[in-house]
């Protein structure tokens, strides 16, 4: 795309995406379009209450419309709406539709809940557990399988995630109450989290640092502290990251293997549409 910026987007966070350049362009083409409009609709107005000001001996005479003037105004916005669906349409479609999402190299379920996010990760096998909204607990926001063998390392954090750069990272973004929005603003991301419905966002972090996750969207008197820390790490140091993670994690299993807690059956799961409540 073309640069249409203009240095009008320095009080924009730094785009840190592989798409955010695309985005902001698009932004400031839009910017610059409304600001020439606007401009033209007040000059051609106070032209116009200039011209046909009151002044004596002067008799103000009916109009009743120009049928090309109406063409032309109802043509021209037509035309512009039209061509900025198709400049767009490429890279709305990168960043949207789930056709185009990459191969992940990394893949993590999040969930919001007032006013927390939540993000589960592949532990040491590397494969998400199965997940289901019937084992749903206030001490399993994500429904985990208690029956999947794979789910039973994954980790759960809250508040603070990590993430490698110059990998395609794909979030499965869902919510346990109520609407929440998952919003980067660095990464040019936001997305609604519904709950019952599993949504997939994916992008491209090229530069390490922190930057703030947000909600977007009121979601009750907490809403103003629903943040949350990404820190965007070399692929090197997410690997250590993991590590510690995944050796944290066997410990835990490990006590538990030692010391079983009777485990009541659990009821197989209803049937649910597919990509609502199960994750494979």
């Not at 007040?42 to 090309?68: A, D, E």
């Not at 709305?92 to 809940?113: A, C, F, L």
């Amino acid at each position: 795309m073309f640069d249409f910026s203009w240095n009008m987007l320095t009080y924009f966070p730094p785009g840190i995406s592989t798409y955010s350049e695309a985005h902001d362009d698009l932004f400031a083409l839009v910017y610059w379009i409304s600001v020439g409009i606007f401009m033209l609709v007040q000059i051609t107005l106070v032209t116009f209450i200039f011209k046909y000001r009151h002044r004596p001996g002067h008799k103000s005479y009916h109009y009743h419309g120009n049928n090309v003037v109406e063409f032309t105004w109802t043509l021209a916005p037509t035309i512009l709406f039209a061509g900025l669906g198709l400049y767009s349409d490429e890279m709305w479609k990168v960043m949207k539709y789930s056709s185009r999402i990459p191969t992940p190299d990394v893949e993590i379920d999040v969930v919001g809940q007032a006013f927390n996010w939540n993000a589960r990760y592949p532990g040491a096998d590397g494969i998400l557990g199965k997940r289901h909204a019937r084992y749903r607990t206030a001490t399993n926001l994500f429904g985990i399988d208690p029956t999947d063998a794979r789910g039973k390392d994954d980790i759960v954090l809250t508040g603070e995630f990590n993430l490698p750069i110059n990998k395609n990272v794909v979030v499965h973004l869902s919510s346990v109450d109520v609407l929440h929005s998952y919003f980067l603003p660095n990464f040019r991301i936001k997305q609604d989290a519904v709950p019952g419905s599993w949504i997939d966002v994916w992008f491209n972090g090229t530069k390490t640092g922190k930057y703030e996750l947000a909600c977007a969207e009121l979601c009750g008197s907490g809403h103003y502290a629903m943040r949350a820390v990404l820190n965007m790490q070399s692929d090197a140091d997410f690997a250590k990251w993991m590590d510690a993670k995944n050796a944290a994690k066997k410990i835990i299993l490990d006590a538990e293997a030692a010391n079983p807690k009777p485990v009541e059956a659990a009821a197989a799961p209803a049937p649910a549409a597919h990509g609502a409540g199960e994750h494979h």
